[in-house]
């Protein structure tokens, strides 16, 4: 507020619901959002929703459905799928996350601040983090649901009204478990900081201030049951590498990876620069409570390993969601000038629009890519056993394909079989019972490489061509292939080619394995 009691502009809810608007626009033009791993999880979709009347999906896989902390889109596209069909239902939750993300962010900052930053909308472009480009729908989904309901809460203990925020939390606090577990986790390190700092404002001792806190936040603590009975039962995959600082710093860097890499780099290092100053200037602070949420997300981000419960990339999705509240958190003190927060305003409001503008064009030239493979689809038969090979490196350039899981919209479109979903055994619903296909018949089957990889469990596409049990197939395809022996493709029909792609009939015997890598 400015001394006189007006509103500034950047300050105005027309302002802040601008920034949510925007935040949608770089998902307007995709049919099918292009994020990696989301075209697998639409094949999911449609196998728990048509393998009761779908006698080829039953021919290759089973559905049971269970309680388990991963369910978020899963149960929102049941309803749905009904009024728009499966892919537009699943574009428009996606499309909901990342302006649920900025929304969630701009109410926590008006909630602890009492007013809106000009440095803002600085957070906003980690709606658009790695974690999201990824694929990690529910995840992403979780917790932007859990920065709205923590800004609820927040909003509920300013009121003193903690009867109102304890009876809405307990089923709160359980529908977002069945979201995502990290959702629910997020919003209990942010409780749990908030009833701190706010036990310590009120002159408490450091001690009770942390013993308080823990009681306060009671209303969270019943889906430990839900946790405690999903991870007792039979539960695949491990929890491992813990304390990779190579991976934590990488993970650091690529905050906001997309597909230009110096570009997505420096905007990193530019935020982290902006953090830095403001640490560093006498005339700018922090909020205490931004801060400490800053802090224990960056200490559980330290202390997760990469892999928790056989489910990768665990800790690298916390590090956007740190940076965004250390950004949030910055603070000016009344001795700077309007006109010198205006002009800050418009430059982080200039940042946040570079970024989408740059998400946006990313995205499109995403969908192009998508449009180009897409029309295979149309000349495999409904219920085809399909295989597929997607060409990939054996070291990952910034700019990822977004084809990795693509093959699954066979079993979106054409109720066919692929060989890209995943099996975990109490982490996912979905099982595949084809085992004519053997070793190609789930994740990371569908992934090859030009020569193998050390250490990877990808094949490279002549060992795969060549191991390969075609009577179990109808059809293969390649999806911009990597460099192989075309003698590899004999008794193959080409029914579909674009560019290196290429989608064949099986319609004969393999020659004699011409390739001499171990199997």
Request: proline content about 6%.
């Amino acid at each position: 507020m400015t001394g006189t009691g007006s509103v500034r502009w950047w300050e105005t809810p027309r302002f802040a619901l601008i920034l949510v608007l925007l935040s949608a626009i770089p998902l307007l033009l995709p049919d099918v959002p292009p994020l990696v791993d989301l075209p697998g999880h639409m094949g999911r979709y449609r196998v728990e929703m048509a393998l009761a009347e779908s006698e080829a999906l039953q021919r290759f896989y089973e559905f049971e459905w269970r309680l388990i902390g991963n369910l978020g889109i899963d149960l929102l596209v049941i309803p749905l799928e009904k009024l728009f069909g499966l892919e537009l239902a699943v574009k428009l939750v996606v499309l909901s996350i990342p302006p649920l993300t900025a929304a969630g962010l701009l109410l926590i900052a008006r909630v602890v601040h009492g007013t809106l930053p000009p440095t803002a909308a600085l957070a906003l472009p980690f709606a658009y983090s790695f974690p999201f480009h990824f694929g990690f729908a529910n995840f992403c989904l979780a917790i932007a649901l859990a920065l709205l309901s923590f800004a609820l809460w927040r909003w509920l203990a300013i009121k003193g009204r903690f009867r109102l925020r304890a009876a809405l939390f307990v089923p709160l606090s359980i529908l977002l478990w069945v979201v995502h577990t990290f959702g629910w986790g997020v919003l209990g390190i942010l409780a749990y900081a908030a009833e701190m700092v706010r036990h310590r404002d009120e002159g408490k001792s450091w001690l009770k201030a942390w013993y308080q806190a823990a009681f306060d936040c009671w209303p969270l603590v019943f889906p430990l049951l839900l946790m405690v009975a999903w991870r007792s039962g039979q539960v695949g995959g491990r929890t491992i590498d813990w304390f990779n600082w190579a991976y934590k710093f990488r993970w650091l860097y690529m905050m906001l990876r997309d597909r230009w890499e110096i570009f997505d780099i420096a905007c990193v290092a530019l935020l982290s620069a902006v953090i830095l100053f403001a640490a560093l200037h006498r005339r700018i602070g922090f909020s205490r409570m931004l801060a400490v949420f800053a802090v224990f997300l960056a200490l559980v981000f330290l202390l997760l390993p990469r892999i928790v419960f056989g489910s990768a990339y665990a800790d690298m999705r916390l590090a956007p969601y740190a940076f965004a509240m250390a950004l949030l958190a910055i603070r000016f003190k009344p001795s700077f000038g309007t006109r010198t927060l205006h002009w800050i305003a418009v430059a982080s409001f200039a940042f946040f629009v570079v970024r989408t503008a740059a998400t946006t064009i990313s995205f499109w030239m995403y969908d192009k890519v998508y449009d180009e493979e897409l029309p295979a689809l149309a000349h495999v038969p409904k219920g085809a056993r399909l295989v597929s090979f997607t060409g990939i490196a054996c070291s990952q350039p910034w700019e990822m394909s977004r084809l990795e899981h693509l093959p699954a919209m066979a079993i979106v479109r054409r109720d066919a079989f692929s060989n890209d979903q995943w099996t975990m055994v109490g982490a996912q619903l979905l099982t595949i019972r084809y085992p004519q296909g053997g070793r190609f018949v789930r994740d990371p089957s569908q992934m090859v490489t030009q020569r193998q990889c050390r250490g990877e469990y990808w094949l490279s596409l002549d060992n795969s061509l060549t191991r390969l049990p075609r009577e179990a197939f109808d059809y293969i395809w390649l999806i911009r292939p990597p460099a192989h022996d075309p003698a590899l493709l004999g008794g193959l029909q080409p029914v579909w080619r674009n560019g290196s792609s290429v989608l064949y009939r099986v319609s004969g015997r393999p020659p004699a394995a011409t390739v001499g890598e171990e199997k």
